[in-house]
């Protein structure tokens, strides 16, 4: 089935998950989904997660992360930028998610990264999703 936000789609499937206490989830593989998922592994927000190109179609895992028993490290997701609306935001107006609690994911000319990585590039772009 044809998604029209693919990115809201990989989103409403992690908050699912958690919401029914799953390990792991899957999702449909797209690169831009695949480089959202390291940027989460890398801030700790989840465990790890692999690639199974074997399915069809491709399949991304991610293995949820719980700081203690039914408590996942995932407070709240929330799809920034839509099909839409499209927001950006210059080098210089990065939005900080609860005053740093959380981070900011964002779509530049140099790949998906965070908001602090953009801050320090000196680089703005499409902001994709906030995650604390």
Known sequence: ?????????????????????????????????????????????IANFRVDKAQVPAQLFIELKYSSRKHNVIEGLKRISKPGRRVYAQSGAIPRVLDGLGIAVISTSQGIVTGAECQKRGIGGEVLLHIW
Request: aromatic letters at 2%.
């Open 1 to 45: 089935m044809a998604h029209t936000d693919p990115i809201a789609d990989m989103l409403t499937r992690m908050k699912n998950a958690i919401m029914a206490e799953k390990r792991d989830v899957a999702i449909p593989l797209s690169n831009t989904k695949l480089e959202i998922a390291k940027i989460l592994r890398t801030e700790g927000y």
